[in-house]
């Protein structure tokens, strides 16, 4: 039988090394889509982790979130139990190649559909053997990052455009505003690479003709979002174009996801109001409107 409290305090206490207070919001976060209970076995442990090391590497890089999660496995897991023969046949495909062969099928799908990554996991079971049910769970998990980080850029070219229209030559003074608007925004985007981005785009303005932008399916979607801004709405179309993974837990289809997922493409006007004004950035806000 697992322990549940001291598997979450072992995973809590090595994240708080690196993550302090936020640890415990990435545990809760984890926990919605894999919850541990005393009855929980070996593999809701393995896989618990795994999740939890494919979400933490988009904050801490891919090499620091495998230090962490296998301290955890080594620390947190049962020594004396045994891993099944489904999680051994998963290990069949490891997870350099599995992140190739993602990259593979998301270069011409952005926003695949259930029935693509289902018929995707089938192919992968064929060339690598292997468990098609948790090979899919990873597949799923990992689309979901993709997907959200697709959000993610979206979100944050369209706020460079936005901002670069109304300072072509921003001062240092601008830039550093621009930085602190994007960190309300919650987008979980380093500092580092919001200036960089919004420098290539300035220079690009500068000495390159405009580009014609060809929309994506995620630019799609966004759009979408933004212009319905009714959850309801936009459950029923995930539901009928096959994209209602996005926002599944253990139970089916959460509220809570759904309200997640479209909190980072439509933050709160109100939120997003006074933050500003409590930062002292309250000639940002018709820029928002």
Request: net charge negative; aromatic share 6%.
């Amino acid at each position: 039988m697992i322990v549940a409290d001291e598997f979450i305090k072992c995973c809590t206490a090595l994240l708080e090394s690196n993550f302090g207070q936020l640890s415990n919001e990435i545990i809760n976060k984890i926990k919605s889509k894999k919850n541990i209970t005393d009855s929980s076995n070996i593999n809701d442990l393995i896989e618990f982790v795994d999740i939890l090391e494919t979400n933490i590497s988009l904050l801490s890089g891919k090499h620091k979130a495998s230090e962490i999660c296998n301290a955890i496995r080594a620390n947190g897991i049962p020594k004396t139990a045994e891993v099944t023969e489904e999680v051994k046949k998963v290990d069949m495909i490891k997870d350099d190649d599995l992140d190739i062969e993602i990259k593979k099928f998301l270069t011409t799908r952005a926003l695949p559909t259930e029935i693509d990554i289902s018929d995707y996991t089938k192919f992968l079971t064929m060339k690598y053997g292997g468990s098609i049910k948790v090979l899919e769970k990873d597949i799923i998990e990992k689309v979901r990052l993709h997907v959200r980080e697709g959000i993610k850029k979206n979100i944050l070219n369209t706020e460079i455009s936005r901002f670069l229209e109304r300072y072509s030559q921003p001062e240092k003074s601008d830039v550093d505003d621009f930085v602190k608007y994007m960190n309300i925004l919650k987008l979980n985007v380093e500092e580092k690479q919001v200036r960089e981005e919004l420098e290539k785009e300035r220079l690009c303005r500068k000495f390159e003709e405009p580009a014609v932008r060809v929309s994506s399916e995620i630019d799609q979607f966004v759009s979408f979002v933004k212009t319905k801004k009714d959850k309801e709405a936009v459950g029923d179309l995930m539901q009928t174009q096959g994209l209602s993974y996005l926002i599944k837990d253990e139970t089916g289809v959460s509220e809570k996801s759904l309200t997640e997922f479209m909190d980072i493409m439509m933050p709160s006007e109100t939120d997003m109001k006074n933050a500003l004004e409590e930062m002292g950035l309250k000639h940002l806000i018709k820029t928002k409107q």
